[in-house]
C-alpha cells in the first residue's frame, strides 16, 4: 500500500487542496481524489478547499462543494500539484493545523514541504501520478472525468513532451470507463467565450520579437484585459500562441495584477525556463513555468527578464 492510501485509511477528516489560480490538473487531480475516497471509504468527511474554479469545470461531481476556506479541523491534509507551500495561499496554513500532510506533485521546483511527499516531475499531470496511486478497479465513472481531464490539460491534449506511453496507457484506461472525451477536450482546453478572443487578437497584434525571433512577448495592463474578462483564468491560452510563432524558442506573456504587479509565463520549445521562473521568485516545469513579479514593467523587462531569456537563449 502506497502512503497515500495508508495516510487516507488512518484519517478520519480529510482536507483536499491545491495551488492558487487552480488549471486543470489542479481542480482534477482535487476532485478526482474527492470522488475516490467519497466513493471508497464512506466513513470519512472529506472537504476540498479551493480558490474559486473556473465553472467550465462544474461538470465534475463535488464542484459545487468547493470550499475556499481552510478545513481546520482536518487532520489529513492532501496537497495536490502544487510546488511549495506559498502557492497554496492561505490554505497552506492548513500544514500547521493537520495532524498529517502529503503532497502529490509533478513540480521539477517542488520544495518536499508536507510531512509526506510523492513528487515525480517526469510525470505529464498531477491527475497521472494520482492516477498510479489509486486501484484501478475503484475508480469510478466520476473519478475518471475529473483524473482525465488534468491529463488533457498538462499535456496539451497528449502533445508536450512530458507524454509518454504510460500516460496514453492511463488515459486510455480512463476513457474505457465511458465517458464524451470529445466534449472535456471542447469545452475546458479549446472554446473561448467571445471577449476572450477578442482580447487574444489584441495580445497578439501588439506581440514584439527579440533576439532574432526566438523571444516572442506580450504584455496587457489591467486597464486593458479587465475591459474584455474579468476571469485572468480567461487569459490563459494566450501564452500557448506566442510559443507557437515559427522561429520562437522562449515565449513570455505578461499582464498587470495590481500597480508595479505583473504575473509572468513563460514557455519554450527546448530551453529551460523553470530556472528563470525560479530566478523571478516563481516556479513550474522545464517547458512551462511563472511567477509574480513586482516594479516598472519596461524596467523589469529591460534589465531583468530579457537578459535572463539572451542568456537561457545562448546557453
Ligand atoms: P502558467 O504560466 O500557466 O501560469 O504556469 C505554468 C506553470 O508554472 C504551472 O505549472 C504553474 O504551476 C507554474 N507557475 C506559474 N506561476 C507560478 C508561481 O508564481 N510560482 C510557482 N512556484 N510556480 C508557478
Ligand atoms: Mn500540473
Known amino acids: 500500500m502506497n502512503k497515500l492510501i495508508e495516510l487516507i485509511e488512518n484519517a478520519k477528516n480529510i482536507a483536499i487542496t491545491g495551488h492558487v489560480s487552480p488549471d486543470g490538473d489542479c481542480i482534477g487531480s482535487t476532485l478526482g481524489l474527492y470522488n475516490y475516497i467519497i466513493e471508497n471509504y464512506k466513513d470519512k468527511q472529506v472537504r476540498v478547499c479551493l480558490e474559486k474554479p473556473s465553472m467550465k469545470f462544474a461538470f465534475m461531481n463535488g464542484f459545487e462543494l468547493i470550499s475556499e476556506d481552510p478545513f481546520v479541523e482536518a487532520d489529513l491534509l492532501v496537497t ?27 513540480h521539477v521546483t517542488n520544495t518536499n514541504f508536507a510531512k509526506f511527499n510523492i513528487v515525480e516531475e517526469f510525470r505529464s499531470s498531477t491527475c497521472e501520478l494520482l492516477y498510479t496511486l489509486l486501484s484501478e478497479d475503484k475508480i469510478s465513472v466520476a473519478t475518471a ?25 492511463i488515459a486510455g484506461k480512463l476513457m474505457a470507463k465511458g465517458f464524451d472525451f470529445t466534449k472535456i477536450i471542447d469545452d475546458t482546453y479549446f472554446k473561448k467565450d467571445f471577449n476572450a478572443t477578442k482580447l487574444l487578437g489584441l495580445a497578439l497584434t501588439n506581440v514584439k520579437q527579440e533576439f532574432d525571433g526566438k523571444c516572442c512577448y506580450g504584455f496587457l495592463d489591467y486597464n486593458t484585459w479587465s475591459k474584455y ?13 506566442l510559443r507557437n510563432i515559427e522561429g520562437v524558442e522562449i515565449a513570455l506573456f505578461m499582464y498587470e495584477t495590481a500597480k508595479n504587479e505583473y504575473k509572468v509565463s513563460l514557455r519554450s520549445i527546448n530551453k529551460n525556463v523553470s530556472s528563470i521562473a ?36 545562448n546557453g
Open 80 to 106: 495536490l500539484d502544487a510546488s511549495d507551500r506559498e502557492r497554496l495561499g492561505i490554505r497552506g496554513g492548513m500544514l500547521d493545523s493537520a495532524k498529517e500532510s502529503i503532497c502529490i506533485d509533478h
Open 229 to 241: 474578462v474579468s476571469d485572468k483564468k480567461k487569459m490563459d491560452g494566450i501564452i500557448d500562441n
Open 145 to 169: 472525468m475529473c483524473i482525465y481531464t488534468g491529463i488533457v490539460h498538462d499535456s496539451g491534449v497528449f502533445k508536450y513532451q512530458s507524454t509518454t506511453k504510460e500516460t496514453m496507457e
Open 278 to 313: 525560479s530566478a523571478l521568485g516563481g516556479g513550474g516545469h522545464i517547458r512551462a513555468a511563472g511567477a509574480t513579479v513586482y516594479g516598472n514593467i519596461d524596467e523589469l523587462l529591460k534589465d531583468t527578464i530579457l537578459p535572463m531569456i539572451e542568456k537561457e537563449l
